[in-house]
């Protein structure tokens, strides 16, 4: 299944894209998705950040089962 | 993008004038039922942090998602409270100090209502909606605001 | 009529325009400190009583004691909460159903305090300036409004 | 001492004036004041009011001993 992932705000610093594409074999749930976004970005791990899957907030036992949107969503600074 | 039936925009280039709040007000005078407006509004501060000043803030935000939630919070606040009339307009785009960047307009008969309504809505934008921003110093560097 | 310093009056004759509301809003967009505003607006309303319907409310009021209540009003909050400005309009005369007979400004770094101001300022005068208001109806017939 | 009086609002479709100066030999408290009202105008018992002197709210235990403003306030209808 393909993760259509978007980085937004301070995201996009520590990324350098602000949307990649990423083919995963099995199912993975958020905590999974947050280790492999971990490796793949070291600098991650001192952000703090909530995941949307189709531009719903989930918590990290989510189970991505199909291709969907993804963003990483850095603090809210609104209004 | 599909075609589906999309939820009314919140979200406008740039700073919110004066001169639109004006208009949005004149617009209510036709309807006799309402009592009673709150308006509020979020204006950008210049904020001295660590020695420098803010000269303004650039919004962005996961668009798609923030007008769908700005959309829930609307309807939110119509089943909690009797509301005549809401409207919410939030700045993208870089913003100057003194600018205005959340114009929040509630009417209802009675002024409770409004009151509580405004309110309800301002935190829940706040805490709820994707929205960033980066405030830019006066030498061009920058930080990324949290809201509190 | 004694010389002595007077507070800043409140009362305008006539509705209150939302021109005169823009031209207050763009004004503190050079006080660069202020975070948040927040802005009721009270309206006159159409009420339908015993099938007569109200087309507007004639304002009077004990001027000398309603500009000093609204001074001790004015201080009070600026005493209670960390506002950087605040603005009180309430007109005199006769409003037309849909126009807007007052006017709470409030302004400060922070939200909770523009709020919570504001919502004093409008209980505070709803219950203790002597303001009196004639509803008329459309026959020119009227009675007197009592704030609930 | 004079006492200057002023009918507010309501009140004044009862009195008929709006303004009127009654001299009094001896101190009053204000419960003695509203029945001097209430003798000068019968129809003022169905009205509710509040007094003021020299434009604050005192209450009915309020002696006046001196020459001053006193007004008749009916129920505030501001904003």
Redesign the interface.
């Known amino acids: 299944m393909m993760l259509d992932l978007?980085y937004?705000?301070?995201i996009v610093e520590v990324t350098g894209v602000s949307n990649e594409q990423i083919e995963s074999a099995n199912k993975m749930d958020l905590k999974g998705l947050r280790e492999l976004l971990n490796q793949r970005y070291p600098n991650l791990k001192s952000e703090s950040f909530q995941i949307?899957v189709n531009?719903?907030l989930k918590s990290d036992d989510y189970l991505i089962d199909r291709t969907c949107e993804i963003?990483i969503?850095?603090?809210?600074?609104?209004? | 993008m599909e075609t589906k039936k999309k939820p009314k925009k919140v979200f406008v280039q740039g700073a919110i004038s004066p001169e639109k709040i004006a208009t949005s007000i004149g617009h209510h005078q036709v309807k006799t039922n309402i009592g009673a407006h709150d308006i509020f509004l979020g204006q950008v501060r210049a904020d001295e942090i660590d020695g420098k000043i803010v000269q303004g803030i650039d919004y962005t935000a996961y668009e798609d998602m923030a007008e769908q939630k700005f959309h829930e919070i609307r309807e939110a606040a119509f089943e909690k409270f009797d509301l005549t009339c809401m409207h919410i307009y939030h700045s993208l785009g870089p913003i100057k100090a003194g600018e205005i960047c959340l114009f929040v307009f509630t009417s209802s008969k009675h002024r409770a209502m409004a009151m509580d309504a405004c309110r309800f809505l301002v935190e829940e934008i706040k805490a709820n909606v994707p929205v960033f921003g980066k405030e830019i110093f006066e030498d061009e560097s920058y930080q990324w605001k949290v809201n509190s």
């Open positions: 978007k937004l705000g301070r949307a531009q719903e963003a969503l850095p603090p809210f600074a609104g209004g």
